[in-house]
């Protein structure tokens, strides 16, 4: 199994916790995994001595970096010479900088994300904005599924950047349009990562570019049109 973590952006606010995260996730990941694996990160801010610590990680096949001022899409969908290698891995964990991993079996949702023929699967989250990314049981299948931490494959990955836009940076509003995109999307609640860091300064601009989004892209104007309950199927014989 070739496999990718990549960080959607990384950034310098709350750089100690979210240099602890980092380090904790990939340790978490080899010990879970036992095999070596890549990673690929979009800096917003160039920070030299988290790419120096990165090197000395003796697990990490390859690292990928781009460094580029922005927000979350400005970066990843601009990143563009990581595109054709993308290609070179079986599965991507696509995450952000205050994710924390808690309990995951990488192995196991892969076995489950193809079993299910699900195209984005999330662990639980614990304090994720909304309740049902922590309080369901089981698989589920989502129409809504906040993004903190996805496994995919390239395919899906691209699938995934395709329904986004430079514009709409803080990709709010995204996340509830799995369903009218038709994309199959699940979260096990088996497993648990933690968002650790709150973010409010940018929800007045993010609120409105979403809506745009809504307006450009969809038949929807604003998130209260977006009526599709977000769990749409428990599955209890999941395994």
């Known amino acids: ?8 952006a990384f950034g310098n606010s709350n750089l100690e916790r979210k240099r602890e995260i980092l380090f904790h996730n990939l340790n978490y990941i080899f010990n879970d995994i036992n095999e070596n694996f890549s990673i690929a990160i979009n800096f917003y801010d160039i920070n030299d001595d988290i790419k120096f610590a990165i090197k000395q990680l003796l697990f990490i096949e390859n690292i990928y970096i781009y460094e580029k001022q922005g927000v979350l899409t400005e970066l990843f969908l601009t990143n563009n010479y990581l595109d054709s290698n993308i290609n070179l891995y079986d599965y991507i964990i696509f995450i952000l900088d205050d994710v924390k991993i808690i309990n995951i079996n990488i192995k196991n949702m892969i076995e489950i994300k193809n079993k299910h023929k699900i195209e984005i699967l999330s662990p639980k ?32 990955f691209f699938k995934f ?39 409010s300064n940018a929800s007045g601009e993010a609120w409105n570019l979403a809506c745009d989004y809504l307006t450009e892209k969809t038949p929807y104007t604003s998130f209260h049109d977006i009526i599709d309950p977000p769990v749409y199927e428990v599955i209890a014989e999941y395994v």
């Not at 199994?1 to 959607?8: D, E, I």
């Not at 129409?143 to 496994?151: A, C, I």
């Not at 609640?189 to 933690?194: D, E, G, H, K, S």
Request: net charge positive.
């Open 1 to 8: 199994m070739k496999l990718l973590y990549y960080l959607a």
């Open 125 to 156: 989250i614990n304090n994720a904005s909304h309740s049902f990314m922590y309080t369901e049981q089981n698989l589920t299948l989502n129409n809504k599924l906040e993004f903190f931490l996805y496994l995919l494959t390239p395919k899906d």
């Open 161 to 199: 950047c395709s329904i986004h836009t430079i514009k709409n940076k803080w990709m709010w509003g995204v996340d509830y349009l799995f369903g009218y995109y038709k994309i199959r999307a699940g979260l096990i609640n088996t497993y648990v990562a933690q968002h650790e860091l709150r973010d």
